[in-house]
């Protein structure tokens, strides 16, 4: 008998797929809020704490290449 597979488990070889573990120890309220915006969203607490992460790091890279504030640049045609 062939071991069945799914057509979750099939994945394209160029696909990498990345796996880490991280601890958090959150207050309630937050983790509370997290939760309420998750299920808002119709995510789960995992994948929308990834998502707040992940903006939130990408955030901080903005700030750290372009000092504290965004700034408006305009270009002047002469």
Same mark, same amino acid.
Do not use: C, W
């Given at each position: 008998?062939?071991?069945?597979? %799914? @057509? $979750?488990?099939?994945?394209?070889?160029?696909?990498?797929?990345?796996?880490?573990?991280?601890?958090?120890? #959150?207050? !309630?309220?937050? #983790?509370?809020?997290?939760? #309420? !915006?998750?299920?808002?969203? !119709? /995510? $789960? /607490?995992?994948?929308?704490?990834?998502?707040? #992460?992940?903006?939130?790091? @990408?955030? $901080?890279?903005?700030?750290?290449?372009?000092?504290? %504030?965004?700034?408006? /640049?305009?270009?002047?045609?002469?």
């Amino acid at each position: 008998m062939k071991p069945s597979i %799914t @057509k $979750s488990q099939l994945r394209h070889p160029s696909e990498v797929v990345m796996s880490s573990e991280l601890e958090l120890n #959150l207050p !309630d309220e937050i #983790l509370i809020k997290l939760a #309420l !915006d998750a299920h808002k969203r !119709d /995510l $789960s /607490l995992n994948s929308h704490i990834i998502d707040v #992460l992940k903006k939130e790091v @990408k955030n $901080s890279e903005y700030k750290f290449e372009n000092g504290s %504030t965004p700034q408006f /640049l305009a270009e002047d045609q002469t």
